[in-house]
């Protein structure tokens, strides 16, 4: 039987985001610290670099990617180039710590449609992932196989809120299930240079389904630098992926 407890998590996202909507102004960013992804690119010639540190717990076993790169650069107002590689520790119960080179996840960004132009905006951001040291995977830090996520995102506003939503495939290789992947973030203005952003993030394949409810924020310190952080953690199917909390903080510099 399925649980309640989603939905009922689900409903208090919804009033959080009628909340927001009293606080400040929109601005409908996704992206890290979310893991919903959105239609903006950094802009011709431009670099956005975000380093993070996500601690995740799952049955028997805890994982820091620390640091992990993201590294965004805009060819043109409409594409964005992407490489995000992350050093990974996992400690499983009862065994040492392991470290070394999680999977590299590349990806190219096409805003086909613009806000200004439609008033939402849309694109399509194909990504390939894959172990890039054999030796991870033998040691369990990156997944065996690879995969190819093919999403479409849109961004709006939706009385006074930002909304972020994101859809897609996900192809697995590897002994791995195919999987449909969907998420939606609500942000809005909750201070001076603060972005509130809350976020329901769901993955479905044959016989599992995993649902990611995640809080977080940007501050804006400087000029080309914003503090990001989030919080959360999945209710779905029991198994031992399954993040019981997860937990991102990190530093976004942009020129």
């Known amino acids: 039987m399925r649980s309640s407890r989603p939905r009922g998590r689900l409903r208090s996202l919804l009033v959080l985001g009628g909340l927001l909507a009293a606080t ?17 690119t950094p802009g011709a010639g431009k670099w956005e670099i975000n380093l993070g540190a996500i601690a995740s717990r799952t049955r028997g076993r805890r994982v820091l990617a620390a640091p992990d790169a993201d590294i965004n650069y805009g060819w043109g107002e409409r594409i964005q180039l992407k490489a995000d590689v992350p050093w990974v520790t996992a400690r499983d119960d009862g065994q040492g710590s392991k470290a070394g080179l999680g999977a590299g996840n590349f990806g190219v960004k096409w805003r086909f449609v613009d806000e200004d132009d439609a008033g939402y905006a849309l694109s399509t951001y194909p990504q390939y992932t894959r172990s890039l040291l054999s030796s991870s ?22 009385a006074g809120v930002g909304v972020v939503a994101e859809v897609g495939r996900n192809f697995v290789s590897g002994g791995g299930a195919n999987q449909w992947v969907a998420g939606v973030v609500l942000a809005h203005g909750c201070g001076e240079g603060v972005e509130c952003l809350a976020e329901v993030h769901r993955t479905q394949s044959t016989g599992e389904h995993q649902t990611l409810l995640n809080f977080g924020l940007h501050w804006k310190l400087q000029e080309s630098l914003t503090l990001l952080a989030a919080a959360g953690r999945e209710f779905g199917t029991s198994t031992d992926e399954r993040r019981q909390s997860m937990v991102y903080l990190g530093l976004q510099f942009t020129r």
């Open 137 to 158: 995977t033998r040691r369990g830090l990156a997944s065996a196989g690879h995969e190819f996520f093919l999403p479409v995102e849109l961004s709006t506003d939706v």
């Open 24 to 40: 400040g102004a929109a601005l409908a960013q996704g992206g890290p610290p979310m893991v919903t992804d959105d239609p903006d």
